[in-house]
């Protein structure tokens, strides 16, 4: 790996920490539990935008674990990991293989709902509640208004880096 690429990562990584933890302390004025923008994702979608798949998942893992570990606790970390690694995989395959079909509002709003999907089935599975399913739709609506939201900033912020040249394609 090149000294570039490594950077690139680290600050990714770096950067997916803050804003996870930052949008902890941010209020969300709907009061249903599990709804949240998902701000990290920007760095996730940065990510698919120039790096390859085993790095964008190292950055999800990574930004999992710590944020985990800093404010949710060790119990938490199988609903984020499901569901960041799940969409992350689930969005770079739509962006890196049908890039003609999927924006990145598109694949953000995809991630969101795979996200919140991975995180309710494993919630159900861990405490043995099917009846968490129910709250599947609530999610879902929320997920196309906040990947919406998320894709929106990544979409402007991936445009910028690339038009002025700050990372290339191929890093």
């Known amino acids: ?27 969300i004025p709907i009061p249903l539990p599990g709804i949240k923008l998902g701000l990290g994702n920007i760095i996730t979608i940065i990510a698919i935008a120039f790096l390859d798949l085993k790095a964008v998942l190292m950055i999800v893992l990574l930004r999992c674990i710590v944020v985990a570990v800093l404010s949710k606790g060790l119990m938490m ?6 569901g960041g690694l799940l ?45 968490l399913l129910y709250y ?17 900033i990544s979409d402007l912020t991936v445009r910028e880096i690339r038009k002025r040249g700050i ?4 890093i």
Not at 93 to 115: E, P, Q, R, W
Request: charged content about 10%; overall charge positive.
């Open 1 to 27: 790996m090149s000294t570039k690429r490594n950077t690139v990562i680290i600050i990714l990584v770096c950067n997916a920490i803050l804003i996870s933890l930052l949008e902890l302390i941010i209020p």
């Open 77 to 82: 970390l199988a609903f984020s990991l499901s």
């Open 87 to 131: 969409s992350a995989l689930i969005m770079w395959l739509l962006y890196k293989k049908l890039l003609n079909i999927f924006s990145i509002k598109g694949i953000s709003i995809a991630g969101a709902i795979v996200h919140n999907t991975a995180q309710v089935i494993v919630a159900s599975l861990i405490l043995k509640e099917m009846i």
């Open 167 to 170: 990372l290339s394609d191929s």
């Open 136 to 152: 599947l739709p609530i999610l879902l609506v929320s997920s196309v208004v906040t990947g919406l939201i998320t894709g929106s």
